[in-house]
């Protein structure tokens, strides 16, 4: 009987080429130092039997695996797809790691890793061990996780981390998210805004951090305050409908509200529902992210559209480039978001 294809190994190939399974992975590996008869010999028997190398032969001669590794967050993609609200961040992610990989003759491959685990290590350890990537992109908060960075650096493999400035090894990117914020700030206030509230993220995000203060910088710029105008959320709906009642039960509420996120945008949006707030007549509303829900929404909703996968692609090439040796860590790469104006910002009704 005739094996199936996926029956063939690297010992068959052997066997049948009359060598050892070294010497097998040293011509699936491309070694100079195989005689050209012997890789001639090894080659035939491959296309004969309909061999496909694995990783694992690969490896075997020291070979690069040509597969990039993401790591994102466990609890919150995966608390995303069980209430069936997808992630639009993944699929970004998908898009311009795998098309990028593709081009260079990589592989890209996600895993779920929870950054507060007491098993980190010994977690992400084994699955290093499993997968022998050769390169690693960290999304946050995982990006300035020090026992991750440690790791990966004592590995000695490639990394880029998306989303963190902080000092420390492997390859930074931003999305420019400071500016991103001063950019959705002076929307507002160009409309004639004052009060703008600023629904922020968990202080666990660097980038966190960034927006609060691209929204300070603009509202200062713009001669407005922000006393009483910031309320926090940790990117689900249902923090974000916390801190949109905190904006406006305040004793002076905002006129206009950016969301760090689409699911805290559309929180927002449904407390106005139920208040009878209209949007934007009485509340102008700019979200973040710009993921194919909000454009549907009614009305559809101002966004900071992040380039998530240019971002990842870029990841993915200076990765490949350290590889190769033609790139070294060195300044943060931004790429900048831009603002798409919808029907959800206005001006306000005193102005």
């Known amino acids: 009987m005739a094996r199936t294809r996926q029956a063939i190994t690297i010992r068959h190939v052997a066997a049948d080429a009359g060598v050892s399974h070294q010497t097998v992975s040293r011509v699936i590996n491309r070694d100079p130092n195989v005689r050209p008869e ?34 994102n967050d466990r609890d919150r993609t995966i608390a995303d ?25 990589y592989r890209f491959l996600i895993e779920l890793i929870d950054t507060h685990s007491d098993h980190i290590e010994r977690e992400l350890s084994a699955t290093i061990a499993a997968v022998q990537p050769d390169g690693v992109v960290l999304t946050p908060p995982h990006s300035h996780n020090p026992v991750i960075l440690d ?26 998210d400071e500016g991103a914020a001063r950019l959705a700030t ?11 509230g600023l629904i922020a993220g968990p202080d666990s995000y660097e980038v966190s951090g960034w927006r609060v203060e691209g929204w300070r910088a603009a509202m200062a710029e713009g001669g407005a305050k922000t006393d009483g105008l910031l309320a ?6 249902a923090s974000g409908k916390v801190a949109a009642a905190e904006l406006l039960d305040s004793a002076s509420p905002p006129t206009a509200i950016i969301a760090s996120n689409d699911q805290m945008a559309l929180a927002t ?3 106005c529902r139920e208040r009878g707030v209209r949007v934007p007549e009485q509340l102008s509303l700019v979200s973040f992210d710009d993921t194919p829900i909000v454009r549907f929404a009614h009305p559809p909703l101002t966004a900071i559209c992040q380039p998530i996968a240019a ?14 040796g033609k790139a070294h860590p060195g300044a943060t790469t931004t790429i900048e978001a831009a603002l798409i104006p919808r029907a959800s910002t206005s001006a306000p009704r005193s102005a």
């Open 151 to 176: 790791l990966l650096r004592d590995w000695g493999i490639s990394f880029a981390r998306i989303g963190s400035r902080m000092d420390g090894p492997g390859f930074t990117l931003t999305m420019g």
């Open 311 to 324: 971002v990842f692609s870029r990841a993915v090439e200076l990765i490949i480039a350290e590889r190769r």
């Open 232 to 237: 926090t959320g940790d990117f689900s709906f």
């Open 186 to 196: 002076r929307h507002l206030l160009d409309l004639g805004h004052r009060r703008i």
């Open 38 to 71: 012997t890789m001639e010999r090894v080659q035939a028997s491959i296309e004969k039997l309909g061999y496909v190398p694995s990783i694992a032969a690969r490896l075997m001669g020291g070979s690069k695996s040509h597969l990039i590794l993401a790591l």
């Open 81 to 105: 797809w069980r209430d069936q609200e997808g992630t639009d961040w993944v699929d970004q992610m998908l898009l311009g790691g795998m098309l990028t990989c593709a081009e260079h003759g």
């Open 269 to 271: 949006l449904e407390l």
